[in-house]
């Protein structure tokens, strides 16, 4: 079913459901306003860790806070009641234990209402997954390039290539038996994106994948054009918010330098009018 055809948001369920049917829509979103702007039209929304590179100039994700993502997710659940939830748990609040992510995971959604958490990592996570799956957290695992290892990584370089497929193949396969209801398949090359797919139970999400996973996302700042310092390969502009948000900033300081805004119709008369 299509998320515009729903009166509620769906539930992680809903979402592995999915699989192999009508593609998954998503975006990430971070404010009141974009969440209004994509409810109802996404299947689920995420409020990513990409919140500190994308609003808080951050180099990377991994400065980024439980406070920054309960700020950021319970504005987001102010702007959704038709598409579902789900918030990134950010570096540092789950790797250590299946303890410590259970607390974070449980605060993350006690404070925003999301309904899933998102965490980064494949076969080495399982423990951690099936410890929050048996708890009531739901989870969706991301694989390929996880942005919070870059410094393991040696970058935001594509994963998965050559001898690594078996691994990150492997990597899905573990997550999936693990409970994850859905994995995000970031920079892995299409045809390994294609294998994997075909080879799990749950919903594969691309970023930088192939269009034959089950749903795609995008950063909601890159897709409309307004995060403009850099443009990875994998995303594809719908808009160019960027240049017209500057191009408006520009006339409007025109018109004001020129006396010209406010206009009569923006301004007030000294007496009231009648009734
Ligand atoms: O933080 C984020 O925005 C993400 C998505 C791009 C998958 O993890």
Redesign the pocket.
């Known amino acids: 079913m299509s998320a515009t055809a729903r009166k509620t948001a769906p539930m992680p369920d809903d979402i592995l459901a999915m699989k192999g049917d009508t593609p998954i829509v998503s975006l990430?979103a971070y404010t009141t306003p974009m969440a209004r702007m994509m409810d109802g039209i996404c299947d689920f929304v995420?409020v990513?860790?990409?919140v500190g590179m994308v609003l808080h100039g951050l180099p990377s994700?991994l400065g980024v806070t439980m406070e920054m993502m309960i700020l950021h997710g319970a504005a987001v659940a102010r702007g959704l009641t038709k598409s579902m939830l789900v918030i990134?748990m950010p570096f540092g609040s789950y790797e250590e234990s299946p303890a410590q992510a259970f607390r974070n995971a449980a605060a993350l959604m006690r404070d925003t209402s999301a309904a899933a958490v998102?965490l980064e990592g494949g076969t080495h996570m399982v423990e951690t997954i099936q410890f929050l799956v048996a708890r009531g957290i739901p989870v969706m695992a991301?694989i390929g390039l996880t942005p919070q290892s870059i410094n393991t990584l040696g970058g935001y370089k594509v994963q998965g290539r050559d001898d690594q497929a078996e691994a990150l193949l492997a990597d899905a396969r573990a997550v999936a038996d693990a409970g994850a209801f859905c994995v995000?398949l970031?920079k892995v090359p299409a045809t390994l994106a294609d294998q994997i797919t075909t080879d799990v139970a749950i919903p594969t999400i691309g970023?930088g994948a192939s269009a034959g996973c089950d749903g795609q996302?995008l950063?909601v700042d890159d897709m409309l054009g307004l995060f403009t310092e850099f443009k990875p390969k994998f995303v594809k502009r719908f808009a160019t918010l960027g240049q017209d948000g500057t191009a408006a900033i520009e006339a409007y300081a025109a018109e004001v330098r020129a006396r010209s805004f406010p206009g009569p119709e923006h301004i007030f008369s000294d007496k009231a009018p009648k009734k």
């Open positions: 990430t995420l990513g860790d990409s994700t990134d998102k991301h995000v970031e970023i996302i950063v």
